[in-house]
């Protein structure tokens, strides 16, 4: 198979991952991330790469967000948001991370392929992207966790779009909150 074969598979394969996510659900967590005080992203691997994404682009946007880990990142209270980026809802650091979330108050929502995932069941609100992983049953013509991972990119990058349509913010507006060192 040559590079356009490949392409319209995996293009394919996002656009039905994308089309399954329950509409109602999108609306209720952009909801959470404009009412939450700050907002917390976290998972691993490469879902972390996707959910540093999400947290650049909700910057932009002039939400007050962190990236769980980073140096700078303060306490989380009552009034936040943690969104979890995992596949598989099944991994040691994001389950820990909404456990100790719980244990604050603070509001956990998981964007996931594994809707009764251990961690699911810690979560205030679960966002379901049904794309295998690499440990589902059902296989992804592409290798591993790819199919999540850009799916996961494209969710995030959607519903910064649709934040940044509801406060009508222009693309001008959004550079005065980009980076200027770089």
């Known amino acids: 198979m040559n590079f356009s074969g490949i392409k319209d598979k995996v293009i394919e394969e ?3 991952a994308l089309s399954k996510i329950e509409k109602k ?12 005080e700050k907002v917390f992203v ?7 790469l996707m ?5 650049k682009r909700l910057k932009h946007l002039n939400l007050d967000v962190y990236v769980v880990g980073e140096t700078i990142e303060p306490p989380a209270t009552k009034r936040d948001l943690l969104v979890i980026g995992s596949g598989s809802g099944e991994g040691i650091l994001p389950l820990e991370i909404a456990r100790t979330a719980r244990r604050i108050g603070t509001k956990v929502a998981l964007i996931t392929a594994k809707k009764d995932s251990k961690t699911a069941k810690l979560a205030d609100f679960v966002i379901c992207i049904p794309a295998p992983t690499k440990f589902s049953k059902k ?3 592409q290798p591993l966790g790819n199919l999540f991972e850009q799916s996961l990119l494209l969710f995030c990058d959607t519903v910064a779009i649709l934040i940044q349509k509801k406060k009508r913010i222009s693309n001008r507006e959004l550079l005065e909150h ?4 770089e």
């Open 14 to 16: 996002i656009r039905d």
């Open 25 to 36: 659900k999108v609306e209720a967590l952009i909801k959470m991330l404009l009412s939450a």
């Open 42 to 48: 976290a998972g691993t691997g490469r879902s972390m």
């Open 51 to 55: 959910m540093n994404s999400f947290a």
């Open 178 to 181: 980009h980076a200027n060192l």
């Open 139 to 141: 296989k992804s013509f």
